[in-house]
């Protein structure tokens, strides 16, 4: 349900990636550059899945307590749609460059293939990839 397709139109970019004692590793970093009407509509769309899920969590506690769950309930679902969604919408909005992965040798377990973004996907000077195999993070900076 949160994990975004991969577009079709890619751009690369050489890049360095870091391991704990600062030895550099080439690879490719594949991005995209979003244009403000594709970055207001990703952003909706990854705010509301995540929004949605969060929405389904304390439904469960309607069941348990229905008349608390009208108190509670009503304030922490409409903290989730008027304060989470639209702060998370405007987090997601502005990111304009986001990287989907990075081709590279991993520092750690020296397998070859395709390293995922950690926490966040924005593409900025500097960020963090995961490697699928051993789940180690490793740094990673643009080569200039």
């Known amino acids: 349900m949160l994990k975004e397709q991969i577009p079709a139109d890619l ?4 890049v360095w990636v870091l391991d704990s004692s600062l030895r550099e590793y080439p690879g490719q ?3 995209k550059q979003w244009t403000p009407r594709e970055a207001f509509f990703r952003g909706f769309r990854r705010s509301a899945r995540i929004v949605a899920l969060l929405f389904i969590v304390p439904l469960p506690f309607a069941f348990l307590e229905p008349f608390a769950f009208m108190v509670w309930g009503s304030l922490a ?4 749609l008027l304060v989470l969604g639209p702060y998370l919408h405007l987090k997601y909005w502005g990111e304009t460059r986001s990287f989907f992965f990075v081709e590279a040798e991993c520092p750690h377990c020296h397998a070859s293939g395709k390293l995922k973004p950690y926490v966040s996907t924005s593409f900025l000077e500097e960020f963090t990839v995961l490697c699928p195999l051993c ?3 490793s740094s990673v900076q643009n080569k200039n």
């Open 11 to 14: 751009e690369y970019k050489a």
């Open 29 to 31: 970093a594949a991005f």
């Open 77 to 80: 679902l409409g903290g989730l």
């Open 135 to 137: 789940g180690q993070s």
